[in-house]
């Protein structure tokens, strides 16, 4: 079994809960495990909220919109999530994701997908600008799956 679809959203607050309804939804039609389908509602829910918090603030031409995708192929789920805004910093000098300060009000959500997903690619579109987070996680399904392939 094969499913994905793609999402086109404007970078406003209300797109962030239609995407994870839509996958949550996606997930409980095919039967997936509702442990995992909750855990990569959770890190898709934090992707597309860094997409609206700094998905465009330096192409205001572009910084209306970002991309969702997901694929449910087989045994596993893929998501990414792109915007047009100015991507992470690049070079030698990137460090790896860190926890926050205690005290941070911010600054979690990249590590919650590294904690929820199997494999986390952070990075940026080849030559456009803009952030691409993309994970994946191994699906488990329910004994009554009515998509699973016997």
């Known amino acids: 079994m094969s499913i ?7 970078r406003e607050a209300a797109s962030v809960p239609l995407a994870r309804r839509l996958l949550l939804g996606t997930m409980e039609t095919a039967g997936v495990d509702p442990d ?4 990569l509602s959770l ?14 603030r330096s192409a205001p031409e572009a910084s209306g919109a970002y991309r969702v995708t997901a694929y449910l192929d087989g045994e596993k789920c893929r998501i990414e999530v792109a915007d047009s805004g100015p991507g992470f910093p690049s070079g030698p000098a990137r460090a790896p994701v860190r926890p926050p300060a205690v005290d941070a009000e911010h ?3 990249l590590r919650l997908i590294q904690e929820l997903a199997d494999h ?5 579109k080849p030559g456009k600008g803009g952030a691409v987070v993309s994970f994946d996680k ?6 009554d799956a009515p998509l699973v392939a016997s």
């Open 4 to 10: 994905w679809w793609s999402l086109h959203l404007r």
């Open 36 to 39: 995992i389908s909750y855990d």
């Open 43 to 56: 890190a898709l829910s934090e992707a597309c909220a860094n997409a609206v918090e700094h998905g465009g």
């Open 107 to 109: 600054g979690r959500g």
């Open 120 to 124: 986390v690619h952070i990075g940026n």
């Open 138 to 143: 191994i699906l488990k399904w329910r004994k």
